[in-house]
């Protein structure tokens, strides 16, 4: 995969994708991240990347043909590939698991952080453009959000994942919330590892696991029950959680 992302503050976005897994995946060649400086696609001698906006009102508005330009490079560089184009922004899809799972499976990516008050509404004609955003909350750039797009999206490349990090067992992946984690030491300032996880019984331990997931769904997103593709196990599990809760 080629993920190309465009900004106007690259030295926001190169730290973090040298670093840990990321740096480590595309050290290995899993996938080519290109950062690019928008600055770099104007035309005049102060490189100037926004305007104030037609028809009036506070703040600055991000130019049409800096991002334009930016686009249209990073697609003829990679011409053999397909490619996805994506723009943070405020007012934008949610950016959701299955988000990063079916971005994961494209072969380019371009990545366009927004900034100020927008981008020129333009970029979106001219291009076939997805807007996302990671929450209902603002921020002072993309580049943030760019970054969790970008990683939630790379871990889901087959080789990104150790065996000890199995993408699959994540929150949000099977639908609900993960179940609790526990690690050495078993006793800490008398709290102890609860005794299933310890017994081997691999069936009970799985029952326990599920259980939670299903109590922490519950407890923090219980909107997400309403998608879930659950068992009839679940929906009892389910329904005895709600009776505890109620008593």
Known sequence: MVIDILTIFPEMVSPALSESLLGKAVEEELLSINIHDLRDFTDDKHSTVDDAPFGGGP????????????????????????????????????????????????????????????????????????????????????EFAALVMVEATARLLPGYMSKFEAAETDSFTSGLLGHPEYTRPQEFNGLEVPEVLVSGHHENIRKFRRTKSLEKTLKNRPEMLDTADLTNEDRQIISDLSTRVSE
Do not use: N, W
């Open 59 to 142: 703040g600055m508005v991000m130019k049409v043909e800096p991002v334009y330009r930016g686009i249209k490079s990073c697609i003829e560089r990679h011409s053999d590939l397909s490619h996805r184009i994506i723009v943070t922004s405020a007012s934008g899809k949610r950016f959701e698991q299955r988000t990063a799972e079916e971005l994961s499976l494209e072969k380019h990516l371009i990545v366009v952080c927004g900034r100020y008050k927008g981008i020129d509404e333009r970029v979106m004609s001219l291009f076939d453009v997805e807007e996302f955003s990671i929450g209902d909350y603002v921020l002072t750039g993309g």
